[in-house]
């Protein structure tokens, strides 16, 4: 049983967190979601659970979160934000891509004041169009015009590129500061080495002269390339959130003091911590090398978020900048966020169109794939819809803007996509909530470390009180922690690129093993996407089928419509030249008319039968009606008013397609087909492939809906499509699988890409997940097991029997070892 509760005292993602273990813990009780934004949860029982016992459970926990039933308890008068629609001509706001703090905005760019991280800003399609000048860029106006210096016209320039060079800019310092940390910890790591490799420095100079120059490289390093890491990891332990940040900032800045009280006061460390020569061994590389790789972490996650965004970006680029609007009976040229409810538009053949309304004069074909991701345009007439970023065909019209801004359905369609890709990937969930416990405990028994060798230790008491407790955080330094889940999701993805498998983030390969059901679009993913020609049928005795060929393929050659370029492609292959036609005529819904080989040709659909009073014969009807319930689409030639025949074209499906899905079906899969056609299309490739479950005439916003519904149903879903009009979906979904040979748009939402889009990708892209998933756990094992068995050695606890102390330098060791087996495994992720 489902039961949804209000939960009230959250107030950031480790608040959620914290409510779903809480609750989970309670007996009773399966699983539990909690929505931050909404500030509910959802509990799953086994057995009903009363609400008090469910408050008494957050009561035991520290009394700072309640629990409701929907509609009893009244929000407070600063509530969690929500995402909300932007009025137009709003500039974008700023939030944090850890989610430290929900779904939180900040007005202006910076770093996040909690977790330190870099604020992103959210892209909207009501982004302000400025005018330049080509010639003088400094010339910036919020309309078109003339250059004020040398005359040319100002051309458009969307402010969306500033967010470009926004970003751009912050990738660049990123990393230009990578470089400047490898610059400088190379010559470090070489200094504290060189010994272990057989060369010698002492020839040059002494070991302590090494020791500062090993300081003065460093120290960028630290204050420069990784400040902002320290920066964190404070504001971690100031909100009492460990996390990664914490750990790096305890490992890497104990090992730095370490080796500068070590440099500035070698003799209050007793010989034991001493080489040969009588100096102490400095960590300056191990703190350095553990940044440095951390910043290349960084820095490839920053590249990929880059990525992420340019699907908006795709999406935002289907907008035209500027508007035709007549007003006062004169065609005026205006930026597209001047457009107002009601303004009459003015659309021009191939032109983009820029709002949501209504055609109220002429009539064209609108391409709408980007919609429904159908290849077949959509004859549009006077009342008819049309949409935003849709392209219009070869006729004029003009239409009336009912939806401007940030109502239209591509703006509702970004908003799907940001909502969508700004949830936290669980594997960062999973680091998050092994820091919360490792951290403290570390921290524990360094203190405690400190203070008994302080108080019960040998003299010097202090210095050994400081040396075992710093060694204590340098054997629990995260860097083989740090690596074991980026290292084999690396040589993952390396070998997934080798299998035809593109993977965009972690989430896709923790995610991909775990699916219970695929959606999958129809267009372009289980079909080729390109109508050709299935069949040709003479029902006269005076043309054959050849003929019939022929003399289609002379009248579509003049058409531009992407089933008359299936019926030329097909007469080409036989040979067949296009012959002269005249008084050409292209009759809107119906089809075409035209004269060839001195005869009165039309090719169309039934409405063009009725335009000459024919009337199909039984067989014929059910003949056609039968190909139409297979998937094909059916256009009738008539010649010399009498039908002729008729041809038959749809968009086959994939060879590899019916394989792939009832190899995924006998996995235990559930597939299901979402697709923008017409049910009797869709029905008919859902029957022939066997599939679990279809739905037709779906927009974007519907298959975003579906997809969320099966996710609240407690399923795991995996969507695969190819189109524009998939995009939303693909980011709502658990993994999202974008064909290779789709749009970038799909490609940018998705988490996987299947180069040679073929649904077969699928079953491997599952296995590369299994694989990649176990391989990260025994690397986990491998980054703790020196910790557990390293920590209490380091801490003393072999002293008292034995004498053995675990100096800094064994501790390093130890912990080189452990990242050492952790590349190790990884590697052997190639083999399998």
Known sequence: MKHTYQITGMTCSGCRNHVEQTLKEVQ?????????????????????????????????????????????????????????????????????????????????????????????????????????????????????????????????????GNDEQEEFRAYKVMLNKFWVSVIFTLPVLFIAMSEMVGISLSGIASHKTWGWVQFVLSTPVIFYACRSFFIRGFKSIIHRSPNMWTLITLGAGSAYIFS???????????????????????????????????????????????????????????????????????????????????????????EKIPVDGEITQGNSAIDESMLTGEPVPVEKKVGDGVIGGTINGTSSFQMKALKVGSDTLLSQIIEMVNKASRTKAPIQNLADRVSGYFVPIVVVIALVCFTVWAIWGPDPRFVYAFTSAVTVLIIACPCALGLATPMS??????????????VKDA????????????????????????????NVQSISEKYGEDDILRIAASLESSSEHPLAHAIVVAAEKKGFKPQKIDNFNSITGKGIMAITEGKEVAIGNKKLLEEFDIKLETEQDKDVEKRQL????????????????????????KETSAPAI??????????????????????AVADKLGLDGYEADLLPENKYEKVKALQEAGKIVAMAGDGINDAPALAQANVGIAMGTGTDVAIESSSLTLVKGELDGIARARKLSTDVMRNIKQNLFFAFVYNV????????????VFGLLLSPMLAALAMSLSSVSVIGNSLRLRGK
């Open 28 to 160: 009773g009780i399966s699983d539990v979601s909690v929505d931050l934004e909404q500030q509910e949860a959802t509990v799953y029982m086994k057995e009903h659970v009363s609400i008090e016992t469910l408050k008494e459970a957050l009561k035991n926990d520290g009394g700072r979160y309640g629990i409701h039933l929907p509609g009893t308890y009244k929000k407070e008068s600063k509530p969690m934000p929500e995402i909300k629609k932007r009025d137009r001509g709003e500039k974008g706001k700023y939030y944090c891509p850890m989610l430290c703090e929900g779904d939180k905005k900040y007005d202006k760019p910076g770093d996040c004041p909690k977790c330190g991280m870099d604020l992103e800003k959210e892209k909207s399609v009501s982004e302000t169009v400025e005018y330049t000048c080509p010639m003088h860029p400094e010339v910036v106006q919020s309309g078109p015009g003339s250059c004020p210096k040398c005359g040319m016209d100002l051309e458009p320039r969307k402010t969306t």
């Open 260 to 350: 500068i009280v070590a440099l500035l006061f070698p003799e209050i460390f007793p010989d034991q911590f001493k080489s040969e020569g009588g100096a102490v061994h400095l960590y300056f590389e191990a703190a350095v090398v553990i940044l440095t790789l951390i910043l290349l972490g960084q820095l490839m996650e920053a590249k990929a978020r880059s990525q992420t965004n340019s699907a908006i970006k795709e999406l935002l680029n289907l907008v035209p900048p500027e508007a035709t609007v007549i007003r006062n009976g004169e065609e005026v040229t205006i930026p597209l966020e001047h457009v107002k409810l009601n303004d009459i538009i003015k659309i021009k053949p191939g």
């Open 489 to 502: 999701i690396m040589v993952g993805t390396g070998k997934g690129a080798k299998q035809g498998i593109l």
């Open 507 to 534: 989430k896709a390969i923790e995610e991909m093993h775990k699916i219970t059901t695929l959606v999958v679009d129809k267009t372009g993913t289980i079909t080729q996407g390109k109508p050709s020609l299935q």
């Open 630 to 653: 297979e998937g094909e689409t059916v256009m009738f030639v008539v010649i010399d008013k009498k039908i002729t025949g008729f041809i038959g074209v749809s968009d086959p499906i």
């Open 662 to 683: 009832k190899h995924l079906q006998d996995q235990g899969l559930e597939v299901i087909m979402l697709t923008g056609d017409n049910k009797n299309t869709a029905k």
């Open 789 to 800: 068995l390293g920590v209490p050695i380091a801490a003393g606890i072999l002293f008292p």
